[in-house]
């Protein structure tokens, strides 16, 4: 049985509920308010996009021995050399990612941008582009740790794993060259300052942990300022602040957040947002009010904040509100890793699905189109202007195709504007095969796979 949100009926809400499914713009507070609901009554708490950044964010800890990555980026900006992995420069569910750009183009460091999709947006920022094949992310992975750690001091038993990679093999169905790599290893000086951004197309990829401890390694032992830019606004203060579970049971209850309170940026700084006032705490106290408590102030809430997660005050800002960051809190390493012996690979038209935000602009001239190259309409049979119908994680798309001659190869690109709580869609690996059907329910495509 689902109910809907409505404030009226809230309390009531709450007590009935057995799972609460949310968007990962709820504020700090609330997450933390979640907990306590999940660890006094048992609720079942369900954010499929903060999950998997929140699994991602373990499996670094367990190579790092820290809860969350330690780069910043401030540390970008003083870069020399800048890489980015499974970065779409074009999303827009982050703000982080448009100002790591914005950074990027100001300071002109040596840019090497990594991606299976060519992005015409960095065409001037880019120093070196090194395109891998959808779905090789691990391979990718271990052959970056595996040329930035050379002549580095490391732990024998990391050192064992590293030789253990087969570097031809995760080459070749990677397509990632050799000589690629060492082009980039080159352009690296003994004082170059290395910064690492990884996105959200690492967060869902079916090995997504294995992912993470290869990366956290180059933090560690290689000394790059590594970010994992969070998926969506508040993605990094809830993944610290409560734990998700992966599947929604019994009543569910839908909530949209009630904007009181903070939130945390890929800085790691604790800010408030929504223009709210301090006093304005309505929503968290009847959260609140579930499991006792009762605050007169927003303070109140945030001083809750789980220290042991790295929720620190750090000075008395305006209005006598305390100023917060997530420091780094020590984890126990147990660092594994499986034997990479296969790569998936994935044949036929694809489409890419992420996030932008609606404008006057893109309302006009984006809605309802998905973008792709000369080949991908050869690939396809598709014409410019073709309206076809398909299905990305469980959501029905109706859109019209467009060439766009800047694209190359057979990934068209298909931005989604308000994707609310699709579990599936923002919880799956953003590349997937396209099957569609033409309007007039003429088959073709990638239907017989």
């Known amino acids: 049985m689902i109910v809907e949100n409505k404030k009226e009926a809230q309390d009531e809400q709450f007590e009935n509920a057995e799972s609460i499914v ?85 300071t002109m460091p040596k840019f090497v941008y990594m991606h299976p999709i060519e992005d015409v947006t960095l065409e001037r920022d880019v120093t070196q582009f090194i395109k891998y094949e959808v779905g090789s992310e691990e391979g990718v992975a271990a052959l970056l ?23 031809g093999y995760l080459s070749a169905e990677s397509n990632v060259g050799e000589e690629e790599l060492e082009s980039m290893y080159e352009s690296i000086h003994q004082r170059s300052r290395i910064s690492l951004i990884v996105g959200s197309d690492l967060y869902t990829h079916p090995k997504a942990g294995q992912i ?33 579970d992966n599947e929604a049971e019994g009543q569910t209850l839908f909530y949209e957040s009630c904007k009181e309170g903070t939130f945390v940026n890929a800085n790691k700084y604790v800010s408030m947002g929504y223009d709210k006032q301090l006093t304005d705490i309505e929503g968290l106290n009847s959260i609140a009010s579930s499991v006792g408590l009762h605050e007169d102030d927003l303070a109140g809430y945030s001083n809750r904040l789980p220290q042991e997660q790295g929720f620190q005050a750090i000075d008395s800002g305006l209005n006598d509100f ?91 690109l298909n931005p989604v504007f308000d994707i609310k709580l699709s579990a599936d869609l923002i919880s799956s690996y953003r590349f997937s095969r396209l099957a569609f059907e033409k309007i007039n329910n003429q088959n073709i495509g990638n239907n017989d796979e």
């Open 22 to 106: 949310f968007a990962a713009d709820i504020t700090n507070e609330e997450a933390n308010l979640f907990q306590l609901l999940k660890e006094i009554q048992g609720k079942r708490l369900i954010s499929p996009e903060v999950k998997g950044y929140q699994d991602f964010l373990a499996a670094y800890s367990s190579s790092s021995g820290y809860q969350v990555f330690k780069g910043s980026i401030d540390a970008l900006a003083t870069s020399d050399i800048v890489i980015s992995l499974g970065v779409w420069f074009q999303d827009q569910g982050e703000d982080t990612t448009l100002f790591a750009h914005k950074i990027i183009e100001e």
């Open 145 to 167: 740790a595996y040329t930035l750690l050379q002549n580095r001091t490391i732990p024998e038993d990391i050192e064992e794993v590293l030789e253990d990679f087969d570097i």
């Open 212 to 244: 993470a401890k290869l990366i956290a390694l180059l933090e560690l032992y290689a000394g790059v300022n590594v970010v994992c830019i969070p998926p969506a606004k508040n993605a990094l203060g809830i993944a610290m602040a409560c734990q998700i």
């Open 322 to 412: 305390p100023v917060y960051k997530l420091g780094l809190q020590d984890r126990c390493k147990e660092f594994t890793l499986d034997e990479i012996d296969y790569l998936p690979v994935y044949d036929g038209a694809l489409v890419y699905t992420y996030k932008v935000k609606r404008t006057a602009d893109n309302d006009e001239k984006s809605v309802d189109v998905l973008k792709g190259s000369k080949q991908f309409a050869l690939a396809t049979k598709l014409q410019d202007g073709d309206q076809i119908t398909y299905e990305v994680g469980g959501v029905k798309f109706i859109r019209v195709f467009k060439i766009d001659t800047h694209l190359k190869g057979v990934i068209a």
